[in-house]
């Protein structure tokens, strides 16, 4: 990690008004992580199916909930420790933007668009997959720090849309291209973030022009 990460890091943690939000929710998939290695393993396919997983015969089944739990949960440690350390940079800023509920709700609501989108081409292809993982959640952060940094005029704090944009694009066509990442859930993630900021930033938009 460079020394601009780390100051960044410094910045976040020592901010008087921090993004506690964003903080609880790596610490409960921090705890979840933790309660499914110790009872069985998160690399286990069947015990991450018993803690909420999301499988397609299941979620078919009646089942929805496990659209939603398995935003928590992760597939072993690398997996874990990518997705905290990008929602702890990225969401950030977001919550910064929006605020705790709003931010609450796009991490929410674009995490279970995504995993929709993941379970539509489950079914239309007929596969049964065992999936979980943040990355829907965490693209959906993605998509609405590119929405809210486009209207406003290119920028979001220090980020640009441009810089936002090339990450977005190249991470959408690493999750496609790559065995065992879910590129859909991720798109889905994307594209359910940037309507429900573009939904959130249309009355900040319209103060500015009054």
């Known amino acids: 990690m460079n020394s601009q990460n780390e100051d960044i890091i410094e910045q976040i943690l020592h901010r008087k008004n921090k993004s506690i939000v964003n903080f609880i929710i790596i610490a409960v998939n921090v705890a979840m992580f933790f309660i499914v290695e110790v009872s069985g393993g998160s690399e286990d396919a069947y015990n991450m199916i018993r803690w ?19 935003m928590f949960l992760h597939f072993g440690f690398q997996h874990l420790f990518g997705n905290m350390l990008l929602l702890f940079f990225a969401g950030d800023y977001m919550e910064r933007y929006l605020g705790k509920v709003r931010y609450l709700i796009l991490y929410l609501g674009g995490g279970l668009c995504g995993n929709l989108l993941s379970y539509a081409v489950e079914l239309r292809g007929g596969e049964q997959v065992v999936s979980a993982g943040a990355s829907g959640s965490i693209f959906a952060v993605i998509g609405g720090l590119a929405v809210s940094a486009f209207l406003n005029r290119g920028r979001l704090y220090e980020l640009s849309f441009r810089r936002i944009a090339i990450m977005a694009a190249l991470s959408l066509w690493t999750g496609f291209t790559s065995s065992g990442v879910d590129g859909f859930a991720h798109l889905g993630g994307f594209l359910g973030g940037g309507a429900i900021a573009l939904v959130f930033n249309l009355p900040l938009m319209f103060k500015k022009h009054i």
């Open 52 to 70: 909420g997983a999301s499988f397609t015969p299941l979620v078919q089944a009646g089942e929805y909930y496990r659209l939603f739990t398995s």
